[in-house]
């Protein structure tokens, strides 16, 4: 890698990239394709970013609104993924710390911020330590075997209320 992947908003094109590294992430999961068509066609709701390395999608990450549009945003980091031989070389942090803040931007043109994210994560994914260093998301609850495995929900709250 010789520079910081870019991030920037999925156009449709990324679509089909973005089907094939949700299929190899989550291969638990079926009809990758469908699944992150309709989510895209979800927007403002749901807002997809990508990741981008020498002209090559290389990740992705899925933010939702939850429980209608609202001044006060819980917003959820719902989904994910870089290719398997992308990751260890700051991908998702990048994917996160890019990504946020032009969420943050969207909301505010309609008068919203940001109260607080979630995440919801099987109980084993070492990313948690990426959700609490880089959202200082922290465990809430519990739920086992919810999936294919234990689910924790970890949640950050804005410490101001101001946003990210």
């Known amino acids: 890698m010789s520079q910081a992947p870019s991030i920037r908003p999925l156009v449709a094109s990324d679509i089909e990239h973005v089907a094939a590294i949700h299929q190899v992430a989550f291969p638990r999961q079926l009809e990758s394709l469908l699944w992150i068509s309709c989510n895209a066609a979800a927007y403002p709701r749901i807002r997809y970013f990508v990741a981008i390395?020498?002209?090559?999608?290389?990740?992705?990450?899925?933010?939702?609104?939850?429980?209608?549009?609202?001044?006060?945003?819980?917003?959820?980091?719902?989904?994910?993924?870089?290719?398997?031989?992308?990751?260890?070389?700051?991908?998702?942090?990048?994917?996160?710390?890019?990504?946020?803040?032009?969420?943050?931007?969207?909301?505010?043109?309609?008068?919203a911020a940001i109260k607080a994210v979630m995440v919801t994560t099987r109980t084993d994914n070492a990313a948690q330590r990426i959700y609490a260093s880089m959202l200082g998301a922290i465990p809430r609850a519990i739920i086992p075997d919810l999936y294919s495995a234990d689910e924790v929900i970890m949640i950050a709250l804005s410490p101001d209320g101001s946003g990210w």
């Open 53 to 111: 390395e020498d002209g090559k999608i290389v990740g992705y990450i899925q933010w939702a609104e939850k429980s209608g549009f609202r001044k006060e945003v819980v917003l959820e980091l719902e989904q994910m993924a870089v290719l398997p031989e992308n990751r260890g070389r700051g991908i998702a942090r990048a994917l996160i710390r890019q990504s946020l803040p032009q969420v943050a931007r969207e909301l505010e043109k309609r008068g």
